[in-house]
């Protein structure tokens, strides 16, 4: 029994040593340059406790967001217009989360909407196109007051713009 263990921790040592040699070797062939083994294995280790990390585990059993309504939708996509230099955004498209309680007052929630380039000219003809351009997402705090929902669009902050094809 004992030879058996012996025998599969020699299998792993092994496994390890050569993964090592593979990651210094291949390092060295990528950068040419001579590898610093105590940064790599700091690395490695970093990388594995990101992975057991507490947030990272919370991440994996948070719930879906919640759809969430807003009663300054129009100002809203003033705001995001603004902020992501695009033409238009489609408050009818607007989508409105969050991953918060919905009891509490302050809210973080997410936006995603659509957004509208400038029109297209070609030979002095203007052509209006319906179809969005960008999906423009952005984040933001809400509170409740005495009307509903309301998002300070001093908090609005463009988180990406996505071109759509």
Known sequence: MANKIVRILLIIVLF?????????????????EAPNPQALID???????SIFSPEKVNEVLIKDPTPVNITNKKD???????????DGVGVDSMNITTYDDTDNKNLTVNI?????ASPNSTSGQIVISQTPSYKVIASAQASYKE?????????LTINSILKLY
Do not use: H, P
């Open 43 to 49: 690395m490695q280790i970093s990388k594995i406790q």
């Open 16 to 32: 390890v040593v050569f993964f090592e040699l593979g990651l210094f070797s291949s390092y060295t062939i990528v950068t040419a």
């Open 112 to 116: 995603e909407a659509l957004g509208y």
């Open 76 to 86: 809203v996509g003033l705001k995001m217009e603004e902020l992501s230099k695009v």
């Open 147 to 155: 009307n509903g929902l309301r998002v300070d669009e001093n908090t």
